[in-house]
């Protein structure tokens, strides 16, 4: 896997957009853009990372989450 893949990137119609990540939480005034959780310091906390586009990126650390709450559109 190159080093690109393994982050945040742009993939049109990618098929594990974050949008479906576990880590992704979308941004409550435009769900088409939010944030990724899935990195974190060496202390523990959060570094989140801001998902412009949520349809049309992903990353290998990409893992299928729940949709519950969120509606598809
Ligand atoms: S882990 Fe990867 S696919 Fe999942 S939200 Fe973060 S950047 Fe997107």
Partial sequence: MSVVESQLHIE???KKPCRNCKWEIADPTNPNQGQCTVNRTK???VWKRWVRDVH????THYEEGELSFRDHV
Avoid: D, I, L, V
């Fill in 12 to 14: 049109m119609g990618t």
């Fill in 43 to 45: 202390a523990g906390s």
């Fill in 56 to 59: 049309n990126m992903t990353c």
